[in-house]
């Protein structure tokens, strides 16, 4: 496999994150799947270790927080909080993803904060736990089919509606929800709110039960004419600047979630590895994949996906470091490693056979998790008709 050095900078920060993960999420990760919507305690202590090493400098970027879009240095070359968060978060989700999405202040929400937030309200929401809320019963990857209203009343947005799947919804101080000004208008007039979680007419509805990451919870929340302060508004309230603004956030999400099936499949692959070797199965690097033994030469092909996968995830952090617009690059990683997670965890099920189906190991588990990643912050199909629209300059009504 090709292994590129980590920068000299991040490495102290990113081994901590693997330490992390193996001595903390990893051997509480089945305890939290199976007492699903029982709060982590120990994700507190981290929490904290998090941001001391923020406030020392140690880190430049402990998670989704950490995230916010730089301007090129002058040399040319920044490697900044966008590609040492998607470092840390691949280490941290070899543990457990559910666990890392279940972290304190390290929300989606907080990274919607910190890519279009003002300066003045970047430091208002510092140290809040956000998440963010998009899906609707009625709307799910159609952005511009959003019902929830934004009604300007004085100095307040009037907020109605119903949002679904919203990740650490019961457990969050925020959540930066996602509102049109005027449904006629379409994705212009979206724009996106922080709405504290003590603000009335904001309430939680019910948690769901599902298939994986079970340790992160997932809120239903509903609005009925809640009222958020003119200055919560993200960004600017001007519709003729349109979707952009709101649509810059998932340049800065889609990576990180990418990062995040990229250290699940690592983790799958690095498990399966270790039960082929004990079963007498040896990956020989240096024979043709038609040399080897059916099951490694199936390891082998999993390993080049998985390899492709985090080179894309780099490569879409970096430019957003360096300045420059990544959201083909962006949509190309959350599509290529959300797909080859969800191939790399089953087929490493079904490589390991009954240790892989059984709770006996973490596989059967990975691969539950596994699926959400290529769903949530846009599905497959999102993914791919975003880079065809790129990639043939057509806009989403020319191509649908």
Same mark, same amino acid.
């Given at each position: ?26 051997? &509480? %990760? ?25 406030? %020392? ?24 909080? &966008? ?46 736990? +956000? ?28 907020? &109605? ?8 919804? $019961? ?14 208008? $379409? ?8 709405? /504290?979680?003590?603000?009335?007419? /904001? %309430? ?11 340790? %992160? ?29 709101? /649509? ?30 004990? +079963? ?21 092909? /999993? ?98």
């Amino acid at each position: 496999m090709i292994n590129l050095e980590t920068p000299k900078k991040f490495r102290a920060f990113v081994n901590q994150a693997h330490q992390v993960a193996a001595e903390m999420l990893r051997p &509480n %990760s089945r305890r939290y799947d199976l007492a699903e919507h029982e709060y982590p305690v120990e994700l507190d202590m981290l929490a904290a270790m998090v941001d001391g090493l923020g406030a %020392s400098g140690t880190s430049s970027g402990a998670g989704a927080s950490g995230v916010r879009r730089s301007a090129a240095a002058e040399d040319g070359v920044v490697n900044g909080s &966008n590609l040492s968060s998607v470092l840390s978060i691949m280490e941290m989700c070899w543990g457990d993803v559910g666990l890392l999405l279940s972290m304190p202040r390290q929300g989606l929400g907080n990274s919607a904060i910190a890519s279009v937030a003002s300066d003045e309200q970047l430091k208002r929401f510092e140290g809040v736990w +956000a998440a963010m809320a998009i899906t609707e019963p009625e709307c799910g990857s159609d952005s511009a089919n959003i019902r929830t209203t934004a009604r300007l009343d004085g100095d307040a947005y009037v907020l &109605n509606g119903e949002k679904i799947f919203v990740t650490a919804g $019961g457990r969050c101080d925020a959540v930066v929800v996602w509102a049109t000004l005027d449904k006629a208008l $379409g994705r212009a007039a979206i724009k996106s709110f922080v709405v /504290m979680k003590d603000t009335p007419g /904001m %309430s939680v509805e019910r948690l769901e039960h599902k298939l994986g990451i079970r340790a %992160s919870d997932t809120a239903t929340i509903r609005f009925e004419d809640c009222r958020v302060p003119v200055e919560n508004l993200l960004g600017t309230a001007d519709i003729d600047k349109g979707f952009a603004g709101v /649509m810059q956030t998932f340049d800065n999400t889609r990576p990180l979630v990418a990062a995040m099936a990229v250290g699940c499949a690592r983790a799958s692959l690095e498990v399966t590895r270790e039960l082929l070797a004990e +079963a007498g199965v040896q990956v020989d690097y240096d024979r043709p994949v038609h040399q080897q033994p059916a099951a490694a030469a199936t390891y082998l092909t /999993m390993e080049a996906d998985w390899e492709a996968a985090y080179l894309l995830t780099l490569q879409a952090a970096w430019m957003a470091d360096n300045g420059q617009p990544n959201s083909l690059q962006a949509s190309m990683a959350k599509a290529k490693a959300g797909r080859t997670a969800n191939d790399i965890t089953l087929r490493c099920v079904e490589l390991t056979s009954t240790l892989g189906y059984s709770e006996h190991h973490l596989l059967e588990k990975w691969s539950r998790d596994s699926k959400i990643l290529d769903i949530f912050e846009g599905t497959q199909q999102i993914q791919q008709l975003i880079v065809a629209r790129r990639l043939l300059g057509k806009t989403s009504a020319e191509l649908k």
